[in-house]
T-cell receptor
Framework: GENVEQHPSTLSVQEGDSAVIKCTYS??????FPWYKQELGKRPQLIID?????GEKKDQRIAVTLNKTAKHFSLHITETQPEDSAVYFC????????????FGSGTRLSIRP | DAGITQSPRYKITETGRQVTLMCHQT?????MFWYRQDLGHGLRLIYY???????DKGEVPDGYVVSRSKTENFPLTLESATRSQTSVYFC???????????FGPGTRLTVL
């Protein structure tokens, strides 16, 4: 069935270093892949998304890459800062049911000073 | 994001009681969603709606009922609350399924 797996579940990096979060999806027809950030006690908010006709997208210190052949996509955060500490969720839109998206289980990112 | 609101923000109820969580959005978005968030489980989809009068089950629909008579409202009802339904509930809306979902502030529900 439709599934999105996300790794790692927790990640701790030194401030200034890079962080990478990876997700795999099961539905090869999926074509929309958003990433959401949820700070402690707040609602999830979209930080970046990518569509299946694009291999990479960047927005300042954040980038997402997509490998459709391998059915995986990754979030890259460079020059991490304390405000990057949050839970990050990947998601995918399964073509088999184009009215919803499937979320990964989340990655708790901690930035060490 | 004043465009999507949830009420109440906090609710304590007892096992067996009926509870309705409200969600209202002002963007006229076609799509609306209900998620529950528990520690260790991320965001789990309960129900979703592609338009008024069109709803469908998500990953964890048992014990919940939804309706959508108007585009802007998407209430979620727990028919007979159980302790396992203690959670934070988020409502979200989007223009299409391929656009950003805007989340409400959440409702923290405790079932005693």
């Amino acid at each position: 069935g439709e599934n999105v797996e996300q790794h790692p579940s927790t990640l701790s990096v030194q401030e200034g270093d890079s962080a990478v979060i990876k997700c795999t999806y099961s539905d090869s027809a999926s074509n929309y892949f958003p990433w959401y950030k949820q700070e402690l006690g707040k609602r999830p908010q979209l930080i970046i998304d990518i569509r299946s006709n694009v291999g990479e997208k960047k927005d300042q210190r954040i980038a997402v890459t997509l490998n459709k052949t391998a059915k995986h996509f990754s979030l890259h955060i460079t020059e991490t800062q304390p405000e990057d500490s949050a839970v990050y969720f990947c998601a995918a839109t399964p073509y088999s049911s184009a009215s919803k998206i499937i979320f990964g289980s989340g990655t708790r990112l901690s930035i060490r000073p | 994001d004043a465009g999507i609101t949830q009420s109440p923000r906090y609710k304590i109820t007892e096992t067996g009681r009926q509870v309705t969580l409200m969600c209202h959005q002002t963007w006229s978005h076609s799509y609306m969603f209900w998620y529950r968030q528990d520690l260790g489980h991320g965001l789990r989809l309960i129900y979703y709606s592609a338009a008024a009068d069109i709803t469908d089950k998500g990953e964890v629909p048992d014990g919940y009922v939804v309706s959508r008579s108007k585009t802007e409202n998407f209430p979620l009802t727990l028919e007979s609350a159980t302790r396992s339904q203690t959670s934070v509930y988020f409502c979200a809306s989007s223009r299409t399924v391929y656009n950003e979902q805007f989340f409400g502030p959440g409702t923290r529900l405790t079932v005693l």
